[in-house]
């Protein structure tokens, strides 16, 4: 059974850095990808950053050059660093797996594991 636990989401000011982690267990295929999205209430879900099995990383414009995406192989755990954060970057943070298999990093349809969420709140 696959499992992602996000952690690491808190209260911050404009300006503030957080570190989300994502934990991913029972994951067997060699082929993968995982995606940060982000989500507030009334609004559709949208993708953050993507780092695949081959270390590629791929970036939303709105945050390219504020947030890193990294893994930890030996922990199975994915980070995403967020520096200079801004309110817009207020949101509930998931992360998101599957091999994808022909789909998009930025598609939440093409993901078939999920986490529960952190949540990020950035005041001003």
């Known amino acids: 059974q696959v499992q992602l636990m996000e952690s690491g989401g808190g209260s911050v000011q404009a300006g503030g850095s957080l570190r989300l982690s994502c934990v991913v267990s029972?994951?067997?295929?060699?082929?993968?990808?995982v995606t940060w999205f982000r989500q507030n209430p009334g609004k559709e879900r949208e993708a953050v950053a993507t780092?695949?099995?081959?270390?590629?990383?791929n970036y939303d414009d709105s945050v390219r050059g504020r947030f890193t995406i990294s893994q930890d192989k030996a922990k199975n755990t994915l980070y995403l660093q967020m520096n200079n954060l801004k309110p817009e970057d207020t949101a509930m943070y998931y992360c998101?797996?599957?091999?994808?298999?022909?789909?998009?990093?930025?598609?939440?349809?093409?993901?078939?594991?999920w986490g529960q969420g952190t949540q990020v709140t950035v005041s001003s």
């Open positions: 998101a797996a599957d091999d994808l298999g022909g789909g998009s990093w930025y598609v939440p349809a093409d993901f078939r594991y």
């Open positions: 029972g994951y067997t295929s060699s082929d993968w990808c």
């Open positions: 780092i695949d099995s081959d270390g590629s990383t």
